[in-house]
């Protein structure tokens, strides 16, 4: 079994910055397809970025355009741990960010993900 714990999360200005980690258990990240949603209140959980699960072993990331340019998602395979560096933040990127995993090639999407993380809550606000 998979276990995914997220922590980083926090209160941060405009134009701030956070790290998020994500620390798996039960299986080596390298083996899943890693990613990072979010959920803003009233809203639906939204894939922010991820990295691209194939065949052969490699980093090949994928962004949503909402943080494409501010946010860069990276992992530690010694410590089986991903990140998400977040910059640049905005009060719109206030949400419970939430780390997924998929056993499946491809980048984990909502409907694909077998693994989530509790989710940990990033404020952005003055």
Not at 34 to 61: C, L, V, Y
Not at 67 to 84: E, H, M, P, Q, W
Not at 102 to 116: E, I, K, M, N, P
Request: glycine letters at 12%; proline letters at 3%; aromatic letters at 10%.
């Amino acid at each position: 079994q998979v276990q995914l714990v997220e922590s980083g999360g926090g209160l941060v200005q405009p134009g701030g910055s956070l790290r998020l980690s994500c620390a798996a258990s039960g299986r080596t990240i390298s083996s899943l397809a890693m990613g990072w949603f979010r959920q803003a209140p009233g809203k639906g959980r939204e894939f922010i970025a991820g990295f691209i699960k194939t065949p052969r072993s490699g980093d090949t990331t994928n962004y949503s355009d909402s943080v494409k340019g501010r946010f860069t998602i990276s992992r530690d395979n010694a410590k089986n741990t991903v990140y998400l560096q977040m910059n640049d933040l905005k009060p719109e990127d206030t949400a419970v960010y939430y780390c997924a995993a998929s056993l499946s090639y491809g980048v984990v999407r909502g409907h694909t993900a077998d693994y989530w993380g509790q989710g940990t809550q990033v404020t952005v606000s003055s």
